[in-house]
């Protein structure tokens, strides 16, 4: 053993680890309590499975562990980002499991203006690259909206501002959503007023605004950040209704600015942007009603002038009906000579549409069809014969082969022979049945044929009460004009003809005292063809 090696104190308490740790962890706690570190984040890699998140603090010559814990992170105003200079407040403890001392944050801010700067040019960039800031999703500001809804403190000067500016220049109904302007809950009751006028339905009992005033008064950077936070970008980027951004002075810049429809130095130039001046308006109105009533005139005048032009050129109503009137009278004369024509050629189709109805007449189809079938049971009655006298003939020959054929020949012929003749009368009786079936048929259509014709022939029609006139030729007496005085007709009636002599001038007949008949046609009555 080395004789200049240190010798242990007998009087040195020991320690254990654990006791070591809690001594070293009590004493840093009481040196230091909370402190405040200024440091560079690095190592950030967003909250873990419970909701914790552990990075480290750095500067150019140390390093200290970090450590928020889930229900501080939710109250940060100021995320944790990746290489972001810090001021971060919090206890300095140690974690025995490492052997370590690291610092449990309760806060965090930006390390002075120009870190605040950086953050917000990064959160810019990225925002700008997801495209919430393009042009092409703007929207345009109503020329002259019914509701308007500002987005702001009910209490301070800038609501104020606003209402009187509307007033002075086109009073509109006005909807306020009340948030706070400043503060750690400042951002999200912005973007939950956004989204809020969004949700109204169209025609519901509060009315819909047809354009948002998000308006904030002046103030410092850090006053401002509220309206440069995430939630409210994308709220603002994703309201369907136009949006004015009015966030402190003309100078200030934030965020919302970039992501609004329309951007307004101040809460009083977003009213002045959002509705016309209405003495102005009316002025161009009446303005313009002016011009219109003027041009109107004008207009008037010129289509006067234009229709007294076109009526001196247009013919006078004689030179315009000369022509037509010509034509009127030459149809008129040609109207009389050509209805005779017409007449006359349909009296001669009628006269051949007569002939060909006499000709193809029920009674002489019904005779046809009696001759067919006279013809066709004559012919059925040859043909049973003569199929019974080749039959009778066939069996004499089989009778007549049998003699000649050797005795099992001939009883084999026989049994053929005595086989057709068992069937012979069975085909006779089929036969005959057949031939009275068809008998029976024919027999009833010519029966319902002359019943047919018995109701739709002229008899029928004649034992009603009607009555054919013809006159010494055959022809059918159809007007008065055919018949002369003295003239002698035939008259056909339901049970027979009797002959009558025309009397007087034709234009009747003479008056008796009888009666007339109930059952005599009337003078002039036509036949039924």
């Known amino acids: 053993m080395d004789s200049e090696s240190p010798k242990p104190v007998g009087n040195t308490p020991e320690w254990s680890v654990s006791d070591l740790s809690g001594a070293l962890k009590r004493t840093l706690e009481d040196a230091f309590g909370f402190v405040r570190v200024r440091g560079e984040i690095s190592g950030y890699r967003g909250p873990v499975g419970s909701g914790h998140v552990y990075f480290s603090l750095k500067d150019t010559n140390a390093k200290i562990d970090a450590v928020i814990w889930k229900g501080v992170f939710g109250r940060l105003k100021t995320k944790p980002q990746e290489g972001l200079e810090v001021i971060a407040t919090g206890k300095i403890t140690t974690f025995a499991g490492k052997s370590s001392y690291q610092i449990i944050i309760d806060s965090i801010e930006p390390a002075g203006i120009g870190a605040l700067m950086a953050l917000l040019e990064e959160r810019r960039k990225r925002l700008a690259a997801e495209g919430l800031f393009a042009e092409e999703r703007k929207q345009l500001i109503p020329y002259l909206p019914r509701v308007i809804g500002v ?7 800038v609501i104020r501002d606003i209402l009187h500016r509307l007033e002075d220049r086109f009073p509109r109904h006005v909807l306020v959503w009340p948030v706070r302007v400043q503060g750690e809950t400042s951002a999200a009751e912005v973007a939950a007023a956004i989204a809020g006028f969004n ?18 008064g002046g103030g410092s950077l850090e006053d401002l950040m509220g309206f440069n936070e995430e939630i409210v970008v994308r709220a603002t980027a994703a309201s369907l209704i136009p949006l004015v951004s009015a966030v402190g002075h003309e100078t200030d810049v934030t965020l919302i600015d970039h992501a609004a429809d329309l951007r307004a130095p101040t809460p009083t130039g977003a009213a002045e942007k959002v509705v016309p ?4 308006l009316m002025s161009l109105v ?23 032009a076109l009526a001196r050129a247009l013919p006078g109503p004689e030179a315009v009906l000369s022509g037509p009137r010509q034509r009127l009278d030459l149809a008129a004369t040609r109207l009389a000579p050509a209805l005779a024509r017409n007449a006359r050629v349909h009296e001669q189709q009628l006269a051949l549409a007569s002939q060909r109805l006499a000709r193809q007449s029920p009674l002489a189809r019904l005779a046809g069809f009696s001759a067919r079938l006279d013809g066709l049971s004559k012919r059925l009655l040859a043909g049973r014969d003569a199929l019974l006298r080749a039959q009778r003939e066939r069996v004499g020959r089989a009778f007549e082969r049998v003699a000649d054929l050797d005795q099992r020949a001939a009883r084999a012929l026989a049994r053929s022979v005595a086989q057709r003749g068992e069937r012979l009368p069975a085909i006779e009786a089929r036969l005959a049945r057949a031939f009275a079936q068809l008998v029976a048929r024919r027999r009833d259509r010519l029966r319902s044929s002359t019943s047919l014709l018995a109701s739709l022939g002229p008899e029928a029609v004649l034992a009603r009460g009607y009555a054919l006139v013809r006159d010494d030729a055959g022809m059918l007496v159809r007007e008065i004009g055919q018949a002369r005085p003295g003239q002698a007709l035939s008259v056909q009636v339901g049970d027979g003809r009797f002959g009558v002599v025309v009397a007087g001038s034709g234009e009747g007949p003479p008056r008796s005292s009888r009666p007339p008949r109930r059952n005599m046609p009337k003078a002039g009555q036509g036949d039924l063809f």
């Open 286 to 308: 009446a303005d313009l009603s002016r011009r219109q009533a003027g041009a109107m005139r004008r207009l008037s005048d010129r289509r006067r002038s234009d229709l007294r």
């Open 151 to 157: 987005v702001t403190s009910p209490t301070g000067a």
């Open 199 to 216: 949700a109204l339905p169209e025609g519901g009992r509060i009315p819909r605004p047809d354009v948002i005033i998000v308006a904030r």
């Open 277 to 280: 001046v209405r003495a102005e």
